[in-house]
Nanobody, 115 residues
Framework: QVQLVESGGGLVQPGGSLRLSCAHSGSIFGINYMGWYRQAPGKQRELVARISNDDTTTYADSVKGRFTISRDNALNTVNLQMNSLKPEDTAVYYC?????????WGQGTQVTVSS
């Protein structure tokens, strides 16, 4: 079983930055991907960024060049640095870990970009 605890959401003005962090319990052994998804009101949940066990990264086109995903195996965390935030980035952000073909989800953290 994997438990995920997210932190770092909040309210920020357009052009600002936020850093999301997700701490996961248990061993990293067997983890295929760690990543972040988001869901805006009335929309489907979408992939924002993910990092594989060989450190290959994938980003949604809408965040390329602005967001950076990283992980710290010693601290069992996956982080999302979000720069140049736009109002359309407003959503609930969910941490995701895929371990042995099972998806685990965090409780979600709200990110609001507004002036």
């Amino acid at each position: 079983q994997v438990q995920l605890v997210e932190s770092g959401g909040g309210l920020v003005q357009p052009g600002g930055s936020l850093r999301l962090s997700c701490a996961h319990s248990g061993s990293i052994f067997g983890i295929n991907y760690m990543g972040w998804y988001r869901q805006a009101p009335g929309k489907q949940r979408e992939l924002v960024a993910r990092i594989s066990n060989d450190d290959t990264t994938t980003y949604a086109d809408s965040v390329k060049g602005r967001f950076t995903i990283s992980r710290d195996n010693a601290l069992n965390t996956v982080n999302l640095q979000m720069n140049s935030l736009k109002p359309e980035d407003t959503a609930v952000y969910y941490c995701n870990v895929q371990k042995r073909s099972t998806d685990y989800w965090g409780q979600g953290t709200q990110v609001t970009v507004s002036s």
